[in-house]
């Protein structure tokens, strides 16, 4: 017996379910008898596969959507390039959401519907720029925007990534060496001044007592060093140890300011890329919001969005939440008095995204002599400690 995946409509949301049968049509059956009435009903492969629970990957949405703008571009119906796209991917996951919005767009749905379907993959940002695109007949310039856009995001979040990700990595290769010196080179020099007699300095036996500890301890010191960091990893992956996590990265100057400027960077570039396309003004707040993932920019959207609610305006709704940066608030002024708020923000993302690539810049080089002076000096007292010993030979002999 077969496992079938199906999705349905309830309240207003879309619930993805697993259902024994024989065959598509006794799944069907076995649902109706259910009172479920699904969208779709498809085979569980035999292998791992993307069930609409989990999102693809940054790099497999930017292949679908370049793929599917250029394949718009070039003439092609959206029945055709949606099924071109099927064929020229190797991703299962990515084969099997593509044939699940085939099946909606032929029987009749719109690709905006389709894509509201699946709200674990498509957000709320890409479905609206599709509803515009729709709207004035841009779906493969709006796709090649999209595209772009999420090149760009994506190149941004590698950004503050390797600026995270690299002093842990440096330092982690620190410790390994030094952990590595102490456990193998620290007991050779402790047998040759054994022979020799007499009592080794302070230093020299701290150094040999720690070796002798990391030896006869290596499963326990083995289980710090590996259950340790996946500990904290499964940890930040929590909302409460998320939050910890990113309260601790605002306290760290450089690394707050980084947070804080790559969030006004996303905010920024995916607010004029709404914008641009055509989306109501106040959805736009709403969305870019969300792609801000940031306590302080997202405190401040919501003020703003009150502010234009209430016909206030958008500048002083800023202003009033005293979470943006003067440029953000007087070139939001500017655009407004303008009219030509998109290219403003568009101006604004440039300058943010440049202001990212900075402070990462200046990251790695302010942290890379923190970490050789680290070393050296961890490295030099272990030597140290090691040849004090010669220094005493006289005595001990």
Not at 2 to 10: K, S
Not at 24 to 39: E, F, G, T, W
Not at 184 to 197: C, D, Q, R, T
Not at 260 to 277: G, I, P, T, V
Request: glycine share 8%.
């Amino acid at each position: 017996m077969a496992i079938f995946i199906y999705q349905t409509e309830i309240q207003g949301k879309v619930v993805t379910g697993e259902i024994k049968a024989k065959s598509v049509q006794l799944a069907n059956l076995k649902l109706k008898s259910r009172n479920i009435d699904p969208i779709y009903v498809t085979q569980k492969p035999l292998i791992p596969f993307f069930a609409g629970g989990k999102k693809l990957s940054s790099s497999d949405m930017l292949f679908f959507t370049r793929q599917l703008s250029f394949l718009l571009s070039s003439g092609v119906s959206l029945i055709q390039a949606l099924s071109i796209s099927i064929d020229m991917t190797d991703n299962y996951s990515l084969k099997f959401v593509l044939r699940d919005i085939l099946k909606m767009v032929e029987g009749g749905k719109s690709f905006s519907q389709a894509l509201r379907r699946k709200p674990n993959i498509f957000n709320g940002f890409y479905v609206n720029m599709i509803v515009c695109a729709e709207e004035t007949g841009r779906l493969d310039q709006v796709l090649k925007d999209l595209a772009d856009y999420m090149e760009k995001m994506e190149n941004t979040r590698k950004k503050v990534r390797s600026a995270m990700v690299y002093p842990i990595l440096v330092l982690g290769i620190s410790l390994t060496v030094i952990l590595g010196i102490i456990i193998f080179i620290v007991p050779k020099f402790e047998s040759l001044y054994s022979s020799a007699g007499g009592n080794l300095p302070a230093l020299t036996q701290a150094f040999v007592d720690l070796s002798n500890l990391l030896r006869s301890s290596w499963y326990i010191v083995a289980g710090v060093f590996i259950g340790v960091p996946l500990a904290v990893v499964q940890y930040i992956k929590t909302e409460t140890g998320r939050n910890q996590f990113i309260s601790l990265i605002k306290v760290l100057p450089v690394f707050g300011k980084l947070q804080y400027h790559a969030a006004l960077a996303r905010f920024c570039r995916s607010f004029y890329a709404l914008l641009k396309s055509g989306v109501n003004f106040l959805e736009a707040l709403s969305i870019s919001r969300n792609i801000a993932a940031h306590d302080e920019v997202m405190r401040g959207l919501a003020v703003a969005k009150n502010f234009v609610s209430q016909g206030k305006g958008f500048t002083k709704g800023l202003e009033h939440s005293r979470a943006f940066p003067a440029l953000i608030t007087n070139m939001t002024r500017i655009g407004e008095e303008s009219g030509k708020l998109d290219s403003t923000y568009k101006k604004l993302t440039e300058y943010y995204e440049q202001e990212v690539e900075s402070l990462v810049e200046g990251l790695i080089k302010m942290i890379e002599p923190l970490l050789i002076v680290f070393l050296g000096g961890m490295i030099g007292m272990i030597i140290l400690a090691l040849y004090l010993p010669v220094f005493n030979m006289g005595e001990i002999v």
